[in-house]
Each structure stands twice: as C-alpha cells, then as structure tokens.
C-alpha cells in the first residue's frame, strides 16, 4: 500500500476511499474514509472522518471516528469526536462533543 497526499493547490468535492494513509495539504469538501488520515498545517477538511489514526494539525468541520487521535499545536477542530484515545497539543482548538475511552 502506498500512502496518498492531496497537495495544497487542490480542491475535492466528494468523497474520499483509501486503504493506507491519506494526507491533506490542500482542501476536502466530502468525507475521507482510510486507515490513516493526517490533515497538515494548510489543510483544510469540511466533512467526516473515518479511520484508524487521525491527525490534523490543520482545519476540520464534521464527524471524526477514529480508534487514536491527535490535535496538533495550532489547529482547528469543531467535530464531534469519537475515540479510544485522545491527544490535544496546546493551543489546539477544540469544539463540539467527545466520546474518548471504551
């Protein structure tokens, strides 16, 4: 499996399959479902998310679902949230609802 990367000059409007990692550094207007989901510092994710391992050091708006999570130093999350861990950096934004643990 080789992992995916949405450069920064592109836009998607749909949804995203993958089977590896998925990383964005441009803009995801859909929902991104794969094993691992990183969303960098210009990224920018208006949906939801499902996966095993999620990180944003970027920008998202939606659903995440994912079994480990991490919320980077500067980034923007207003999800509702779904985890068995949770990771959040300071200075991380944070808003809306958490289910972490069990």
Do not use: H
Not at 3 to 8: E, G, K, M, Q, T
Not at 83 to 89: D, F, H, M, N, W
């Amino acid at each position: 499996m080789t992992d995916s990367r949405i450069s920064s000059d592109v836009t998607i409007d749909g949804d995203i399959k993958g089977t590896s990692t998925i990383t964005v550094d441009g803009t995801v207007n859909g929902n991104i479902q794969s094993e691992g989901v990183v969303i960098a510092a210009e990224g920018k994710v208006t949906g939801n998310v499902s996966a095993k391992s999620f990180v944003n050091e970027g920008s998202i708006a939606g659903k995440v679902s994912a079994e480990s999570v991490e919320l980077k130093i500067g980034s923007t999350n207003k999800i509702s949230l779904n985890t068995k861990t949770l990771s959040v950096e300071p200075s991380a934004f944070l808003s809306g609802k958490i289910k972490c643990g069990g």
